[in-house]
């Protein structure tokens, strides 16, 4: 069984990805650990506790984390996710509370103790990853791999042309999270967004119909789809994080993907939070080419909807 720690800044998308991980009989959640991004870190914990909970299986402990960006200030992404970063809907309080050790110090500890098999599964920006990466290199290393949904390629959004949320919402963390040397696996918009990954409207409805768990992986998205309706003239759905976890779990999954030497632009005003590819060395270059990222653009759009119905639904 593979273990694995989730840092979260838990909107919608990433509610379902918990969910996902928490059903998935293949894997081990050891810890979720939380961070600003879609919601302020305080919000992002509550959220991760509220899904745990209509997960319906075991209890991770859940570690509050890092309030805010390593150098630049706070954005987030209410007006996709929701003022709650859960469509609004008003879900049932949490019973289970968040354990009083930082994030930072847990991932620490709980890497620190594992026997180099401990996987991170990233879904928000790398703030928490960037900082234990900082006070613990030595311990930090022994992450096998880390799969980071993240990065796009000329991706149009309201702040850059350029950039993906997750790393444009702290690309000083991306930056030292692709430098530190761990293998990473980076999923990004793209694979989310081709090859039929998005949810069509009548797929929406059959997953609510899924039970109650369904139900709350589609209602807490519906200002997600409800965006779509408004600016684009039809209701889907697309699921970064759960496309994500879903490429970490199945790696059969990924249609495309290339290796690249990849590094973060932190920078400018239309180009921070670029991811750059570097693909190879080329003769002019004399600096070394050394991958450090297979750059995922692609899945099996609909072997990823199946994937998920089968853990979401009751």
Not at 162 to 185: H, K, Q, R, W, Y
């Amino acid at each position: 069984m593979r273990k694995i720690i989730i840092d979260t800044d838990t909107g919608s998308d990433d509610a379902v990805a918990l969910v996902m991980a928490l059903r998935d009989p293949s894997v081990k959640v050891l810890a979720i650990t939380t961070v600003s991004g879609n919601v302020p870190m305080q919000q992002a914990t509550y959220n991760a506790l509220q899904t745990i909970d209509y997960a319906g299986t075991y209890k991770p402990p859940v570690y509050k984390g890092i309030a805010k960006p390593l150098l630049c200030e706070l954005e987030d992404a209410t007006q996709v996710h929701g003022k709650d970063g859960m469509g609004d809907v008003g879900f049932r309080a949490p019973v289970q509370q968040p354990e009083s050790e930082h994030a930072v110090d847990a991932l620490i500890r709980i890497i620190g103790a594992g026997g180099g098999d401990i996987e991170l599964v990233t879904i928000g920006p790398l703030t928490n990853i960037a900082v234990a990466m900082l006070q613990a290199p030595e311990v930090m290393k022994k992450v096998p791999r880390i799969t980071i949904m993240g990065g796009a390629n000329f991706y149009s959004n309201p702040h850059t042309p350029c950039a993906e949320f997750n790393i444009m919402a702290d690309p000083d963390s991306a930056f030292l999270v692709f430098n530190f040397g761990v293998p990473i696996t980076l999923v990004t918009l793209e694979a989310c967004q081709t090859n039929q990954a998005p949810l069509t409207d009548d797929e929406i409805t059959s997953f609510r119909a899924a039970g109650e768990t369904a139900a709350f992986c589609m209602d807490c998205n519906h200002t997600t789809y409800d965006l779509a309706q408004k600016v684009r003239g039809y209701r889907e759905l697309e699921l970064p994080d759960p496309v994500a976890y879903a490429v970490f779990s199945r790696p059969e999954l990924i249609k495309t993907s290339f290796t690249a030497q990849t590094s973060v632009e932190r920078g400018g005003t239309y180009t921070r939070g670029t991811t750059v590819f570097r693909k190879r060395k080329y003769f002019f270059e004399t600096e070394p080419y050394q991958p450090n990222s297979t750059i995922v653009t692609g899945v099996d759009g609909p072997a990823f909807k199946k994937f998920m119905y089968e853990l979401i639904k009751d």
